[in-house]
Each structure stands twice: as C-alpha cells, then as structure tokens.
C-alpha cells in the first residue's frame, strides 16, 4: 500500500510536470530511517556481544571454520576500522577488523564466522555468489553513469524533464537495485553456513545458541536495508515515467 500510494503521488508530479517532488525527499527520508535503525541494532547487539567472552578470539574461530571446511589457501589478516569486516575472493583474504581479530567474545566469533561463510560458498561455487560477482563490472559501470548524470542534473541538463534521461536514470538504478537485491541470499546464506559451523564444532553452545544465531541474523539484515532502500528509489523513478506518459 505503500509503494502503491507513492506511485499515484509521483504520477500525479509528473503529470504536472513537476521534477524532483516532497514524495522523492519522503522516501529517502524512510529508507535512511529504516537504515540507521538496522545499523543502530546491528552495533547495540555487537556491543552487547563484546562483552561476553569466548576461549577462542575471532582470527582463532576464523582458522579453525577455513581449515576444518578443507580451505587452506585463504588467509586471516586483520584491517583497520570497525565492522568493516569482509571477505576479498580475489585476494582470498578473510578481512577481519581489529575489535573482531583479536577480541575473544561471542560478537567477534559470529562475524568471523559469517565472513568464512563468503570463503565456503567461493569454494564450493554458489550460485548467487558467482552471480553477483559478475555484476560487480555493471555495477561499478552504472555507478559512474549514475555520477554523471547528477552532475549534469545539477548544472541544469533537464535530467528530471528528459523521458530518454529518466530512461537512462531508471537502467542504471535497475543494475544497482538488483545487485543489493542477490546481495541478500548471499548474506543470509554466509550467516547459514556460519551458524551450521558453528553447532558442529561445539562453538555455538560456548556462545549460546540463540544469542549466536541472533548475531548472525543481524550481520546480514544490513543488508535488507539497503536492497529496500535501492528497489524503493527504483519504483520512485519508474512511476516517474509512467506518469510522463498519461
């Protein structure tokens, strides 16, 4: 109902001729809520499970799910910042920030867990992992489209009065929505993996099965804020043209 409401408000703009309207600023505005909301939960339960300590820190947990899955020629290192952790299939590097690297808590072992479970599915091949890793050309190629073209919005080029420009705008928003969207079973499919470890090893039961599980969950929904953030602003534009059009 939602989306829907905003459809018929944008059609109605563009039916006026209008650019840019209140409903495009609402929108952004939710989805930065919806966000920050996330991120603020993900950063209260990382907090929360810094304070509960394992015998094993994050490197240690991230060693031992690479070796016992068969994985030997991916490396553990450390980088700077906090909750930047990641995993780098081109480097095969398991990239652990140093709050997660070094502490020994049930927090760092569940993002090091999850971000092994990216090294599993690079091993093994998943298919929504090889998918979005052949986006990754189109994506960096519609972000630079996509920078362009605010540029020449700002200096006045008509972006927001040309159809063939929103054609444009909504192509390039298309290729970024759709990657944060197979983002998503990538995601929950690392924490998967991470938690299905974590049980057989024993690890789970040191950390307590729910609060592991609950961290896992909340490393990956991240990511649901930003695919819903994405596909919003998407539909904006498309009801845009379709309003343009009656």
């Known amino acids: 109902m939602i989306f829907e409401s905003l459809i018929l408000a944008v059609q109605g703009q563009a039916q006026q001729g209008g650019g840019i309207g209140i409903g495009y600023f609402i929108l952004i505005g939710a989805t930065m809520i919806v966000s920050m909301a996330v991120s603020g939960m993900l950063k209260s339960r990382f907090n929360q499970y810094s304070q509960i300590p394992m015998r094993m820190t994050g490197a240690q947990v991230a060693e ?3 070796r016992q899955n068969g994985i030997h020629d991916v490396q553990v290192i450390h980088t700077p910042g906090h909750l930047t952790d990641h995993y780098d299939p081109i480097r095969k590097t398991v990239n652990l920030s140093e709050p997660v690297y070094h502490a020994n808590s049930v927090a760092a072992a569940a993002v090091a867990a999850h ?5 599993l599915q690079h091993q093994q091949a998943y298919a929504w992992l090889t998918f979005r890793s052949k986006m990754v050309p189109a994506v960096q190629f519609a972000s630079t489209i996509q920078q362009y073209l ?6 006045g080029a008509g972006l927001f009065n040309s159809p063939m420009m929103l054609w444009i705008w909504v192509a390039v928003f298309a290729v970024t929505a759709l990657f944060a969207v197979v983002t998503l079973p990538v995601e929950f499919d690392a924490s998967n993996r991470a938690m299905a470890w974590l049980e057989r090893s024993g690890i789970a039961n040191q950390m307590e099965h729910e609060r592991a599980k609950n961290a896992l969950f909340w490393a990956a929904m991240t990511y649901v804020a930003g695919a819903i953030g994405a596909v919003a602003q998407m539909l904006y534009w498309i009801a845009m043209l379709m309003g343009r059009r009656e």
């Open 64 to 66: 031992a799910m690479l």
């Open 115 to 119: 971000e092994c479970g990216h090294a």
């Open 150 to 155: 605010m540029f020449g919005a700002m200096l």
